[in-house]
């Protein structure tokens, strides 16, 4: 399989559940992202990762928790979320190199979460 | 701050008609110029880029160009098929910052 890719592509969850998202990069890449896409706002940036240390914290609340054990996975586990937090979830992954204003970055097809 | 501002949606054409969403920025920096597209049920796909001013972008028909005088970076094709109906971003990243600032993004509906 090649590219970025997101488990589960939909997810539908209570305020008490805990749940994660997974998203794994298959193009040698270093740095990974999480964004939020909300149907009337625009894609907002989470978190960056580069060679797995987290380097943005986009002032997310604490709910949600990114983990990067590798290069190559990204989660985002949840715990006593809000229904103002349904959203699609985006994970995007990009090559690092000196100029950051040139990386290039590769977006995943997204996890449809639905908060109950 | 960095801001991406995108013409309102949807944008409703016939097929073969001619394409134009315009897109200005806001940035501190010299920043890279992003479209991204989004079909349906999916993530987003980099259309085309352009990193530095006078730079042309151009991939499956489409164009941009990237104008610093104006801050603007229109998307533009020739003749639209049905196949590009979806959702276009425009986003820019900034010198030195790995993030990625998107427009409220500009639905097409292509019809035959």
């Known amino acids: 399989e090649t590219g970025v890719t997101q488990t589960p592509r939909h997810l539908v969850m209570g305020m008490t559940n805990k749940k994660s998202l997974k998203c794994e990069q298959h193009?040698?890449?270093?740095?990974m992202y999480w964004y939020k896409q909300s149907a009337k706002k625009p894609l907002e940036l989470m978190f960056v990762?580069?060679?797995?240390?987290?380097?943005e914290n986009n002032s997310v609340p604490s709910r949600f928790s990114p983990e990067c054990p590798n290069s190559s996975h990204l989660f985002l586990h949840l715990h006593t979320l809000q229904p103002e937090d349904s959203a699609l979830y985006l994970c995007?992954?990009?090559?690092?190199?000196?100029?950051?204003?040139?990386?290039?970055?590769?977006f995943g097809p997204g996890t449809r979460l639905t908060v109950l | 701050g960095n801001s991406v501002t995108q013409m309102e949606g949807p944008v409703t054409l016939s097929e073969e008609a001619f394409l134009t969403i315009n897109c200005t920025y806001t940035?501190?920096?010299?920043?890279?110029l992003f479209w991204y597209v989004q079909y349906p049920g999916e993530g987003l796909q980099l259309l085309l880029k352009?990193?530095?001013?006078?730079d042309k972008g151009s991939n499956k028909g489409f164009e941009a160009t990237y104008r610093k005088e104006t801050t603007s970076f229109h998307l533009e094709k020739g003749s639209v098929q049905v196949s590009d109906s979806a959702v276009y971003f425009c986003a820019l990243m900034d010198t030195g910052r790995r993030a990625l600032t998107f427009g409220s993004g500009t639905r097409l509906q292509v019809q035959p």
């Open positions: 995007a992954s990009s090559r690092t190199s000196g100029d950051t204003s040139t990386d290039t970055q590769y």
């Open positions: 193009l040698g890449h270093n740095a």
């Open positions: 990762y580069n060679f797995k240390e987290q380097t």
């Open positions: 940035a501190t920096g010299y920043p890279s």
């Open positions: 352009a990193t530095k001013a006078d």
